[in-house]
């Protein structure tokens, strides 16, 4: 089973003010294919998660580009420029390349 | 307008059945793969259980093997989970999810709870 971990687990943010946010997998997640199956989710309180990122930095249509994915192998990062209210609630990495395994969660909030 | 709905959870006793289903509607349901994803408030997310487009391959977390059945059909657009030999750590809101590929979840739906309690 590839286990996935995220740090830190809260992070509380001035609006305006950059984020940034680890996810780390117990195996290497590239594909055979040269595609890393690692995406990032975003829950906001009393919704279903919702894509931002999938295959580490391809933005999904509608997430503003100051989210941004990046990484390889088994270390990943996810940032935010500038933290808009918008932005508040859980996000969640998820490796696809064997089976499903979602991290624990960020949560971010507001200062 | 791509729309996933969940039914069928409820209140159910250790040991009991459940079955829930997802329907589809606004894509073409035969094209993706699916997936059902459980939320606890003590183990996070977690992907129970995945079908492929005719459902000829299914996988299971280890956590549910053995107790719960993926299926699908095509004909009514619709996604199914069998829960059998329910636990109380079963207890969860379950989410049906369109997959892409690999992983990448573009539509979720509301998600429907189940709880296990006697």
């Known amino acids: 089973e590839i286990v996935m971990t995220q740090t830190p687990l809260s992070l509380s943010v001035t609006p305006g003010q950059p984020a940034s946010m680890s996810c780390k997998s117990s195996h290497s997640l590239l594909h055979s294919d040269g ?17 931002l990122i ?35 609630g859980v996000y969640y990495c998820m490796q696809g390349l064997h089976h499903r395994t979602f991290g624990p969660g960020t949560k971010v909030d507001l200062k | 307008e791509v729309q996933l709905v969940e039914s069928g959870g409820g209140l159910v006793q250790p040991g009991g059945s459940l079955r829930l289903s997802c329907a589809a509607s606004g894509f073409t349901f035969s094209s993706y793969w699916m997936d059902w994803v459980r939320q606890t408030p003590g183990k996070g997310l977690e992907c129970v259980a995945i079908i492929n487009q005719d459902g ?7 956590s549910v093997k053995g107790r719960f059945t993926i299926s699908r059909d095509n004909t009514k657009n619709s996604l199914y989970l069998q829960l059998n030999g329910l636990r109380a750590d079963d207890t969860a809101v379950y989410f049906c999810a ?17 709880t296990v309690s006697s």
């Open chain 1, 54 to 88: 999938y295959e580490v930095s391809s933005r999904v249509s509608g997430v503003p580009d100051r989210i941004s994915g990046s990484g390889s192998g088994t270390d990943f990062t996810l940032k935010i420029s500038r933290v808009e209210a918008e932005d508040v």
């Open chain 1, 35 to 51: 595609k890393t199956y690692l995406h990032w989710y975003l829950q906001k309180a009393g919704q279903s998660p919702q894509v």
């Open chain 2, 56 to 62: 000829s391959e299914k996988y299971y977390a280890d």
């Open chain 2, 98 to 114: 369109r997959d892409v590929r690999w992983g990448y979840f573009d539509y979720w739906g509301q998600g429907t709870g189940v």
